[in-house]
């Protein structure tokens, strides 16, 4: 495996500090969304990395990276928007603290505007006008307010070890039930792609499914935008592999 992988320039979040407490389900839910976001991390990362290495004369390869762009975007939103729309309310009601989550709003809105232009370009580019370094020009644009706040949020989400557990826990539970009503066959492949099981030496298991569950995301979801997912750092398997074009 090449040392250039999917876990820089954007640094992942390590889980130690947390992930083996069990006393209190904010550790819980500390430790999933952490790992939630280390996908959203490898997957800017494989764009980034990959981005000014697409063969010009291939406008097909182009065309699927965009639409591997896009995708990312796609999750990102389902996500955030989740988590505003469903989890962050709840959080609210259970510590009985208004805008207990507000910093987390704020630093959403506060790389939004970078990120929708990433978004628009991605959607837009037509093949033979892409430039990958463009498309590095529009991450760094918003990659260090995302990457805070990414980090920052799992923080907040420990300081809720001070609430009712159960509670913290049902919330999360809802916030999951949610991001599962999502379109399989653009984010479905994009989540195990980027979902790396061999981290913190393979303790976690995200996403938690079924065996089955990677075969049909693989041999049924995937085939739609199949040229797409050659850009993931992972298997539908969540196993690493090397980036398909890298330096």
């Known amino acids: 495996m090449s040392s250039q992988w999917a876990d820089t320039p954007y ?3 390590s889980t130690d500090p947390f992930s083996k407490d069990s006393t209190h389900a904010a550790y819980y839910v500390a430790t999933q969304i952490a790992l939630a976001h280390n996908g959203i991390l490898r997957g ?29 975007c796609e999750s990102m939103h389902h996500h955030h928007d ?4 469903i989890f962050f309310p709840s959080i609210e009601q259970i510590t009985d603290v208004q805008e ?15 990120f929708d232009l990433f978004q628009e370009y991605a959607r837009t ?20 307010p995302l990457t805070q706040h990414l980090h920052d949020e799992i923080e907040t989400l420990r300081g809720l070890d001070i609430y009712d557990s159960g509670h913290i826990r049902q919330a999360y539970q809802r916030f999951e039930k949610s991001l599962m009503a999502t379109d399989n066959y653009r984010i479905g492949p994009l989540v195990f792609g980027t979902a790396d099981r061999s981290f913190k030496g393979g303790m976690h298991n995200i996403p938690s499914v079924p065996s ?35 330096e």
């Open 44 to 72: 800017l990362n494989s764009i980034y990395l990959q981005a000014p290495h697409m063969p010009r004369e291939d406008l097909d390869t182009i065309r699927d990276f965009l639409t591997y762009c896009q995708c990312w």
């Open 125 to 144: 580019c037509l093949p033979q006008d892409y430039n990958g370094q463009k498309i590095r020009s529009l991450i760094e644009d918003f990659a260090e």
């Open 212 to 246: 089955f569950v990677p075969y049909v995301i693989h041999y049924w979801f995937a085939k739609r935008h199949r040229g797409a997912w050659r850009f993931n750092p992972c298997t539908m398997w969540r196993d690493r592999r090397e980036l398909a074009f890298r």
């Open 11 to 13: 640094s992942l979040i």
């Open 100 to 114: 207990v989550m507000e910093r987390n709003v704020e630093q959403h809105r506060a790389f939004t505007p970078g």
């Open 82 to 85: 989740a988590e505003e729309a």
